[in-house]
């Protein structure tokens, strides 16, 4: 018998997309069970070519579920995962909740899929935050190779990661200056319609918000703990897919070419780099894909050892539901998990 998986918050954005995932990647599960709120009880989701029934998550018995793909925010993660997770389920979390917890691996596959084995201190894995998903892909190949020290990343951040509703008000916001219409700022502290708003997430006493905090913090458990981070996040009027502008600086030299040749071979990395009008990928053209797209590659002439690059990705995918997914496929691979129905 195939996984019992269960898809908590299956009617947000993630929750669609780990829905979609699963059923493109033909992940070895007999059953799928679309959980959610109690507001969305009885409602519908796609699966593949099926139609799945939303249940609530508050009244479900996880005795049977091997797999609980959890993207319902961080206050029901930290009610929740850990009563999941005591029924032998094991949960793969996309908020912060879990994601600084010594006990908990906070897993990117293409970067650090060894420490996955520490899942069993409390059976949850954490995902990364969305930016820092897509930033890891590209720069392990290149830390691998020429040691990274710094890096400086701003980031052009979609409003998909803000959840479902904040699409929804960089749509109507839109309509609204077409039509003359007031403007209403609700998910957004600014208006985000023909605008860009240099605050994702909550303001720290130092001056930086807790996204661009995470960046660091996220990047250090993954990557490198020795490598210094900096990061402005800023919000785009962009539905889907984060851009980052990036400036590494390495410990050895590593030219542009050779840093092209590199990430070329890199998993999960596309290399689209023509230096030529156009030559270089926009989020509209990541929407919908899996890889981490990277291109402007050039060597920035201010610092030794130094590049520049333009990285961009999926939010919705590499940033949260691929990525997921790509966990739960880790544990089958690993023969770290076996279908509960199976054993019994
Ligand atoms: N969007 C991204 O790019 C991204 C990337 C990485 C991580 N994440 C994280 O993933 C999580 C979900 O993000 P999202 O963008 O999918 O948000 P979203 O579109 O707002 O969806 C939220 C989901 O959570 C469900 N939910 C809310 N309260 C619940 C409750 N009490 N019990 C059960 N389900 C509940 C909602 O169900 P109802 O429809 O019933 O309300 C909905 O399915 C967040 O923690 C977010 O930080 C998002």
């Not at 990047?219 to 502008?245: N, Q, W, Y």
């Not at 030219?255 to 890199?266: F, G, P, Q, T, V």
Request: glycine letters at 6%; hydrophobic letters at 45%; proline letters at 5%.
């Amino acid at each position: 018998m195939g996984y019992k998986v269960a898809v908590v918050g299956a009617t947000g954005n993630v929750g669609r997309e780990m829905l979609s995932v699963l059923s493109e990647r033909g992940f070895p599960a007999d059953e799928v069970v679309a959980l959610a709120s109690r507001r969305s009880q009885g409602s519908e989701v796609s699966f593949g070519d099926k139609i799945l029934k939303v249940k609530a998550l508050d009244t479900y018995d996880f005795s049977d579920t091997d797999i609980c793909l959890m993207s319902a925010g961080g206050a029901v993660s930290k009610e929740f995962s850990p009563r999941i997770a005591a029924k032998g389920c094991i949960v793969i979390d996309n908020s912060s909740a879990w994601r600084y917890d010594a006990d908990v691996p906070l897993i990117v596959p293409e970067v650090n899929a060894d420490a996955i084995v520490g899942f069993t201190k409390k059976n949850i894995i954490a995902n990364p935050n969305c930016s820092t998903a897509q930033l890891v892909v590209a720069l392990k190949p290149l830390h691998d190779r020429a040691t990274i020290k710094r890096v400086v990343v701003a980031t052009y951040q979609s409003v998909s990661g803000a959840g479902k509703d904040a699409l929804d008000e960089l749509f109507s916001q839109t309509r609204a200056v077409f039509v003359s219409d007031p403007i209403e700022n609700r998910k957004f502290p600014k208006r985000i319609a023909f605008n860009v708003i240099p605050q994702i997430d909550v303001f720290q006493d130092d001056g930086f918000t807790r996204e661009e905090w995470k960046m660091v913090a996220e990047t250090k458990k993954i990557l490198d703990p020795k490598i210094k981070l900096v990061a402005t996040c800023v919000r785009v009027p962009v539905f889907v897919a984060h851009s980052e502008a990036v400036a590494v600086e390495f410990e050895h030299p590593l030219s542009a070419d050779e840093a092209r040749e590199i990430l070329r071979e890199a998993p999960g990395c596309l290399v689209v780099d023509k230096r030529e009008d156009g030559g270089y990928v926009t989020p509209v053209e990541a929407a919908g894909e899996d890889a981490t797209y990277i291109s402007r590659i050039r060597d920035d002439p201010t610092v030794d050892n130094g590049l520049m690059m333009w990285v961009v990705s999926d939010n919705l995918r590499k940033g949260a539901a691929l990525n997921a997914v790509q966990i739960a496929e880790v544990l089958i691979n690993r023969k770290l998990i076996q279908p509960k129905r199976q054993a019994a």
